[in-house]
């Protein structure tokens, strides 16, 4: 048996053992990287592995904690948790509540409509879900909803944080993707027009409207056909009198924030990063406005940002072994050869691993599943020509699923813990349901309107597309793509692509690289 048949097969046995591993409940950054070092001794052994590889970790790590792009993360999760105890979704949800409660459904429909304010506002899916639980649903308990549809309605819609942005889980795709774009242009030798969150950002604007759209349709049909699970809200007089004061005393504060953060964005002001920072101090502004900020809300903020980001950051650290011995397995080249080979080309590939992740999202953790298929088979896909911001917002949508499906619906365990001993968790279970299907929908189109996705980036980002024949750069991304020997573009990406992809054998090293010189003459 050959070298790299014996490396192909430990790629593949790590691939199952580590999944496994996370499935049965090892905490994951431990799993990955524990499994991963004992494949990389045993593929040693067998001399299907050179160790050299793990010597570029320390780097990569240093390449992750100054990644700019990434310091969003902790202040999208800082901004979030102050909201959370600003008490603008209390607000919003009384107000928006007897605004359409007086039709049947109306109730379910501002649920709906304020789970989208508040994911622009935070893109922290937990804080909604619980948040919606507590305030939302025992007034939709009191006004006599079904309890399938009261739970589901709330989990779907507090999951819309994962696509709607600013979201947390579209900047590690779009970093990633970032990478796996400029590995597709190195390895097809031709050009590439530059990708980052910002983009990514911009084309899951639409496809999130539309979710939102496929919720409340869905609601108002349900109100014709089964009236009795949704009927209207009563209020009294005095309600009704005060409605529009309230209403925009309620509504102003997430708006000016969704201006701030998503405006500065789409507007091209400022970066994701620094709309992050925009968006938690003007969190702190709107707490302090609301009477609900004081040192010890923001020394519990700061120790639940510090915990939430180390544990994020933790799954990224343990995931780059990961990908680093599976790589050096030689299992991106059994991927590329994999995908390259299933019927329908593009079509085929692209549908191979939206249904690997949508099936691994039963069992997973959507960073989980991010952080181990994205990297080893967005540049596969992209090299064939699929465009690179479609395929992060098809990521998003196929995996905000992993949300609201058991058993590991982080979702559905949320809504358990805030939900009245009353309603069933099979209850719960079977809520979700029609909303899983809906979201299978918005994927079917998605996938047959692709410009859904990327229209509004090239409206918004007009100068990331570089004109052909031009020298000129059309976004900073330029400057990592342009060779100034006017050869071939520089094997550069991200920190967090540095972290997580090897650069492929069939790259030419620097002379200055004896590392690469190892690996490279070990092969031929």
């Known amino acids: ?203 899951a604007f639409l496809p999130g409207l539309a979710l939102v759209g496929l919720y409340i349709i869905y609601i108002l049909v349900l109100a014709v056909v089964r009236p009795r699970d949704c009927p209207a809200l009563v209020m009294t007089d005095a309600e009704r009198a005060s409605l529009g004061r309230r209403f925009v005393r309620a509504l102003i504060p997430p708006l000016l924030l969704i201006i701030a953060v998503l405006g500065s964005i789409l507007g091209g002001i400022a970066t994701p990063t620094e709309a992050a920072s925009i968006g938690a101090v003007g969190a702190m502004v709107l707490a302090a406005f609301n009477r609900a900020f004081s040192f010890a809300t923001l020394l519990a903020v700061m120790r639940n940002t510090a915990v939430i980001s180390a544990l994020v950051f933790g799954i990224v650290l343990g995931v780059s072994v990961f990908s680093l011995v599976f790589r050096g397995l030689g299992g991106e080249h059994l991927v590329e050869q994999v995908l390259s080979n299933v019927p329908g080309g593009a079509f085929g590939a692209v549908m191979a691993v939206m249904l690997v992740m949508f099936v691994l999202g039963f069992f997973m953790d959507t960073i989980e599943i991010i952080l181990i298929v994205v990297p080893i088979t967005a540049p596969v896909i992209i090299a064939m020509g699929v465009e690179p911001v479609w395929l992060g917002v098809m990521i998003g949508v196929n995996l905000q699923t992993a949300f609201l499906t058991p058993p590991v619906g982080f979702a559905l365990f949320y809504m358990r813990a805030v939900a009245p001993a009353s309603i069933t968790t099979g209850a719960i279970y079977r809520g979700i349901i029609p909303f899983v299907a809906l979201q299978v929908m918005a994927i079917a189109i998605l996938w047959m309107a692709p410009g859904l996705a990327t229209w509004l980036p090239k409206m918004v980002f007009p100068d990331a597309v570089p004109a052909a024949g031009s020298g000129q750069p059309g976004s900073v991304l330029d400057d990592i793509l342009k060779n100034p020997s006017g050869g071939a573009p520089a094997p550069a990406g991200s920190p967090l692509d540095q972290l997580l992809n090897q650069p492929p054998p069939s790259d030419k090293p620097s002379a200055d690289d004896p590392v690469l010189d190892r690996l490279l003459n070990k092969r031929n």
């Open 1 to 203: 048996m050959s070298t790299a048949t014996v490396g192909d097969i430990l790629a593949i046995l790590l691939f199952v053992i580590g999944t496994f591993g996370v499935l049965v409940g090892f905490p994951i950054a431990f799993s990955l990287a524990g499994f991963s070092l004992m494949f990389a001794a045993l593929g040693w052994a067998l001399g299907a592995f050179d160790p050299i590889i793990l010597t570029s970790l320390p780097s990569r790590y240093f390449g992750l904690m100054t990644n700019e792009v990434l310091v969003a993360v902790p202040l999208f999760i800082f901004m979030g948790a102050v909201l959370e105890r600003s008490k603008i979704a209390e607000a919003l949800l009384e107000t928006m509540g007897q605004l359409f409660g007086s039709m049947r459904g109306g109730l379910a429909i501002s649920v709906v409509i304020v789970g989208a304010l508040l994911a622009a506002s935070t893109g922290v899916v937990g804080a909604t879900v619980v948040t919606m639980g507590l305030l939302s649903l025992p007034a939709m308990m009191r006004a006599g909803y079904h309890p399938g549809l009261a739970t589901g309605v709330i989990c779907a819609s507090g999951t819309l944080g994962q696509i709607i942005p600013p979201s947390v889980i579209l900047i590690f795709v779009g970093d990633l993707l970032m990478g796996a774009n400029l590995l597709a242009g190195q390895r097809t030798g031709k050009p590439v027009d530059p990708v980052s969150v910002g983009d990514l950002f911009a084309g």
